[in-house]
């Protein structure tokens, strides 16, 4: 069975300060407002950065289509279920950027919640040209190359 897997991320809410709190307004402003104004455009950059840092991030939900089949979502808590219905040897999970980005985050996060995931496998997914039942777009239209960005 193929599937295709997206994930959503957002800033760690529990970290937002933290990765804050040492924002400061450029050097040469004097203006109030331009601070405060710099000061936003820094942190709604930082958490552009977070939700992007697998670190930092949190999962908001984990979309999954079957090919041919329906397509549903499920959040971090409830992915166990989907692993242990549809997560076999003949499996293959399709992503763009999923060896760099979406794997690895799942595995962060399932560890984060003490959740009963397939890391073995999961991890084994992320090796870079190498298939272990995961086809990540992004590799295989780059032909090899390192020189891709999502």
């Given at each position: 069975?193929?599937?295709?897997?997206?994930?959503?991320?957002?800033?760690?809410s529990n970290l937002v300060e933290l990765f804050e709190s040492n924002i400061k307004p450029a050097g040469n402003l004097k203006d109030p407002v331009k601070i405060q104004a710099d000061i936003s455009n820094k942190k709604a950059e930082a958490r552009k950065l977070m939700s992007c840092d697998q670190?930092?991030?949190d999962v908001i939900c984990i979309g999954i289509k079957e090919i041919g089949g329906p397509s549903e979502i499920y959040t971090?808590?409830?992915?166990?279920?989907?692993?242990?219905?549809?997560?076999?040897e003949n499996t293959t999970i399709i992503t763009f950027n999923g060896k760099s980005f979406d794997i690895p985050i799942i595995i962060k996060s399932g560890i984060k919640r003490g959740l009963d995931l397939p890391y073995k496998r999961l991890k084994l997914m992320t090796e870079k040209y190498k298939s272990n039942g995961h086809i990540d777009l992004i590799q295989e239209l780059s032909f090899g190359s390192n020189n891709y960005k999502s």
């Open positions: 069975m193929n599937f295709i897997l997206d994930i959503e991320t957002k800033p760690d670190d930092y991030c971090m808590d409830s992915i166990t279920d989907w692993f242990d219905k549809h997560f076999r």
